[in-house]
């Protein structure tokens, strides 16, 4: 199992899960569903969409098979294995399938981010992420060929143009990230490929060392590019690119410069690109292949470099040398190249968290489910590249075709044009035409036989006179209407092009506004891209709306001795509120002493507003009808649209008399209401606000608002999720204990004050990316005349806890330290280190150091031996309670005993041990010994000078 990450290619992966997954979670994985692989261990319930940012790596599942026999044990059982591709596949395929560009896409002069906006696949299935700014404007006609190969084409031309390279990643959460590699990768090297042992300089410098095989080859050196670019036969335009003089240094065989001049061809290339493709092709040639693979087993790469970052790599055995770049590495000067890591392949072994995401974004935990790998080989590709740039240059040199000259003749149009009205999904009236027409020749008589597609352009006629019925003109105020000959002003509108394949005769336009007259025309084009002449101008008039509205529900009808009081909620007669067609204009309220009666002119009483700002509000329509009740009265309504079309009447409501102050009451203002109690419950329809703009509050059924001079949303509190949204800054007090968030616009900060005093701790959190770091820090204090805090420091890649300055962030104090592969315990006082405690994962000790660099006095720990580097007391110098200390001394010439004193007196008997060293072999013993020091009794009698070595152990 392993995966298998490629820069600007799909790569690969493959998962096995061990034969007790329970088949609901095989059942569950369905086919292009995505597989994310997170160091750590995580919970994908809890965490959900927010892994795919976290993941190392997020694959697409593309296989998926079981089998009864594993064939290694032969036992029948149920294995199951999954497979796939990177993120990438949803730009294009291995086999140039995807969302392919079927209508040409044609950036003209756009910029960098315009244009690779607009080869985003038009499926969503990628969108865009940091589109980065790049110098130039590009150029070009992308058709029949997937978002992928368009994208690397468009960075390649931009690379060639702006003099820095430029790339593309697909991210995890299916984002394009596209600009210069400077802003996607690590372009300034921090990690260093060589035959050095592993590890990190001071400098932060990392070392990869391992097994690793350099090729080197000149197969595909050029010294000029000629590119074949767009056109047929004669009319080929080409581009061209010559190296530069300094690139070539060699000879032929007479001692001429050498020229190697390689063809290319690509036809979707045009002639202003020509040229900038051509050096861009060029580029790739000028200098040896250089391809490095790095095969390790005893470093865990992740976190010193992806793939697409730059690294060193130096090897001067294989010519791996680059006198233009020196670094320093432990105190070595190196000479290494900068190259960049193309691919990396490694296993996936305990430890990572696996997780499958369902096409509803529904999440399933694999980990426990997954056999890992047994192997921690890693292998790494770095400066390894194919022989030709992807997708540039790989069509067949040779000839073409001569150039098709044949120029599609004029469609003529068929009128008149058959059309009608609907409704949209948003319940407007719209209109639809069918357009007709008549195939053409070419212009010079000849049969088109190349025909590609058709392409239809409409606008709104603007010259034309708009008639109005007097139902529609009573609905407009006298100043809004224009001049006599044309009371309606006709819209202003561009240009719509509509495309149609060829062999068709017949197209649908939709989308238009009922009644307005459009311009139309079409011109025929072929497959080499000629265009025909536009036919003339035909104008049409779109179908009037004459579509009626539904018959509304009944109304609720209160009344009293003076009115009746009329609520409308907008909803059709078969059922439902607020749901009558978006092109509402209002409600005619008619009365009568019938509940079968007709509507007329004589019975109607009243016309009240009825919009779709209403019905999406879901704000009822209310009418107050000055009819005095005195015997039974009875309530039809007519919805009317914004055309006149007026729908067939409700159902008879009959008045209910009720107390003149509670539903008769139909227009109360602020003035009307003064001093008093409101004892009942109010339900508001619409919303209560401060003011309509600048600093405001409102209050509406979303929820509780607020709003800046500047008419920013401050707060928000959502009346259907309860989420609260804060902008600026949130206390719990102003005085005392309390909590302040956000209280500065520097760091993201949480604060903590005390029952009194001004001093706080805090926790902050400082981004670096897409990581974030978090400190919490204590309220400052006094340390010998130094503002002192205690912090705990949680960063990328390690966690600290420390005393430190409140003025430089120096340590002053004990400290903690743990990282992945080490932890450090020590004191420190203004960068004076006092002596540190190490335990390490990767030299796999536990050692204490004083913390001194020329007198190093440490002890260790190691797996199998324990090690002391330094000194051990000296007896002149031991304290009485010195618990082990060594030393020796020069005896008197031919003396048969010797007295060794301590010089302090111990606190207990130490005991010592002894040795002798003379010319003669000596039997002796310890005759006598106390607090004060020890005897010594040695046979024969020394010889000579003669020196006494001991050490003494107090119990």
């Known amino acids: 199992m392993a995966v298998n990450d490629v820069l600007g290619a799909l790569g690969s992966w493959d998962l096995t899960l061990k034969p007790t997954t329970p088949p609901d979670t095989w059942d569950a994985i369905g086919y292009f569903g995505h597989v994310a692989f997170i160091s750590g261990r995580l919970d994908p319930a809890q965490y959900g969409d927010n892994l795919l940012t976290a993941a190392r790596y997020v694959g697409v599942v593309r296989e998926r098979s079981n089998s009864g026999d594993d064939r290694r044990t032969k036992q029948v059982e149920q294995g199951y294995e999954l497979g796939g591709v990177g993120m990438a596949m949803w730009l294009g395929d291995d086999e140039d399938k995807g969302d392919v560009y079927e209508n040409a896409v044609q950036p003209a002069s756009a910029s960098f981010a315009t244009t690779i906006n607009m080869l985003l696949p038009a499926s969503g299935a990628v969108t865009a992420g940091t589109i980065y700014a790049v110098p130039g404007n590009y150029s070009g006609r992308h058709q029949y060929e997937t978002p992928r190969k368009a994208i690397t084409y468009v960075c390649e031309t931009f690379t060639a143009s702006s003099g820095q390279k430029v790339g593309w990643r697909v991210n995890g959460n299916g984002t394009l990230d596209a600009g210069p590699e400077a802003n996607l990768f690590v372009t300034d090297p921090r990690c260093v490929i060589s035959r050095k042992t592993s590890g990190k300089d001071t400098s932060g410098i ?131 190249i900068k190259l960049q890591v193309t691919e990396a392949k490694w296993p996936v072994t305990e430890g990572y968290t696996v997780a499958y995401r369902d096409a509803n974004g529904v999440w399933y935990d694999l980990t426990d489910h997954v056999e890992w790998d047994g192997s921690h080989t890693v292998y790494v590709t770095v400066g390894g590249f194919a022989r030709a740039l992807e997708g540039s240059g790989t069509q067949p040199v040779g000839s073409r075709p001569s150039q098709d000259t044949s120029i599609p003749g004029t469609p003529v149009l068929v009128t008149p044009f058959a059309g009608s009205a609907y409704l949209d999904g948003r319940g407007y009236t719209r209109a639809r035409v069918i357009v007709q027409w008549t195939a053409p020749l070419n212009v010079d008589g000849s049969t088109v036989l190349d025909g590609d597609h058709y392409e239809i352009r409409y606008a709104v006629d603007t010259d034309m006179i708009y008639p109005a019925t007097w139902s529609q003109v009573s609905q407009v105020r006298w100043m809004d209407l224009q001049i006599w000959a044309q009371p309606f002003a006709a819209p202003d509108q561009k240009w719509q092009v509509q495309y149609v394949a060829w062999g068709e005769s017949t197209a649908q336009l939709n989308d238009l506004s009922p009644g307005v007259g459009y311009d139309v025309q079409i011109r025929a084009v072929d497959k080499a891209g000629n265009t025909g002449a536009w036919s003339g101008i035909t104008t049409f008039v779109a179908s009037e709306d004459n579509i009626p509205p539904s018959t509304p529900a009944a109304p609720s009808v209160a009344g009293s001795r003076i009115a009746l009081q009329i609520t409308h909620t907008l909803g059709v007669s078969s059922g439902g ?59 039809r309504v007519v919805a009317v649209d914004k055309t006149g079309n007026k729908s067939g009447p409700s159902d008879a409501a009959s008045a209910t008399a009720l107390l003149i102050d509670d539903a008769h009451i139909s227009d109360l203002t602020v003035s009307k209401v003064t001093a008093g109690e409101i004892s009942a419950d109010w339900i508001v329809g619409a919303r209560i606000k401060t003011a309509d703009t600048g600093a405001r509050t409102e209050m509406s059924a979303s929820g509780f608002e607020a709003y800046d001079a500047a008419g920013t949303r401050t707060f928000f509190a959502d009346a259907t999720t309860g989420d609260v949204s804060i902008l600026g800054r949130l206390r719990s007090g102003t005085t005392g204990q309390r909590l302040d968030i956000n209280p500065s616009s520097i760091l993201p900060e949480i604060r903590f004050y005390p029952s009194s005093g001004s001093d706080y701790g805090f926790i902050n959190a400082l981004s670096s990316g897409t990581d974030v770091n978090l400190g919490a820090n204590s309220s400052s204090y006094d340390d010998d005349g130094v503002q002192c805090a205690s912090r705990t420091y949680l960063a990328v890649g390690s966690a600290q806890l420390e005393t430190i300055r409140s003025d430089t962030q120096q340590r002053r104090g004990g400290y903690v330290w743990a990282q992945p592969d080490a932890l450090f315990a020590g004191f420190n006082r203004d960068g004076v280190e006092g002596g540190t405690i190490l335990a390490s994962a990767n030299v796999g000790t536990f050692g204490w150091n004083d913390g001194t660099a020329s007198t190093a006095n440490l002890m260790r720990f190691q797996s199998g031996v324990t090690r002391h580097i330094g000194r051990w007391r000296d007896f002149v110098s031991a304290d009485s309670n010195e618990g082990l200390f060594t030393g020796s001394v020069v005896a008197t010439s031919g003396a048969t005993s010797f007295s060794v004193g301590y010089g302090a007196t111990m606190l207990t008997q130490p005991l010592p041990l002894t040795s002798i060293r003379d010319d003669v072999v000596h039997s002796y013993a310890i005759t006598g010994s106390d607090t004060s020091g020890f005897t010594i009794t040695i046979s024969p009698a020394a010889n000579g000078g003669w020196s006494l070595y001991f050490w003494c152990f107090r119990i």
């Open 206 to 336: 990392e070392s990869v060392p391992g097994a690793f095989g350099v090729s080197r080859d000149m197969e595909d050196f050029s010294t000029r590019v000629v590119l074949l670019a767009e056109g047929e036969g004669e009319s080929i335009a080409t581009g061209s690119a010559d190296i530069s003089g300094g690139l070539n240094p060699y000879k032929d065989i007479h001692g001429g410069t050498l020229k190697l001049t390689r063809l290319a061809s690509e036809s979707d290339t045009t002639v202003t690109n020509a040229d900038t493709r051509a050096a861009l092709l060029l580029s790739q040639y000028t200098a040896s292949q250089d391809e490095l693979v790095v095969e390790t087993d005893n470093y865990y790469i992740e976190g010193s470099f992806d793939v697409g970052d730059y690294v060193w790599v130096w090897d001067p055995n294989a010519g791996l040398v680059d006198n233009a770049n020196e670094i320093t590495f432990r105190g070595e000067r190196l000479n290494p």
């Open 577 to 635: 509120t607020y749901n009558l067609e978006s092109d509402l204009q209002h409600l005619e309220i008619h009365v009568d002493y019938e509940p079968t009666f007709t509507p007329s002119n004589d019975t109607l009483k009243a016309k009240v507003n009825a919009t779709a700002g209403m019905i999406q509000a879901q704000i009822p329509a209310v009418a107050t009808v000055q009819v005095e009740e005195t015997s039974a009265r009875y309530v």
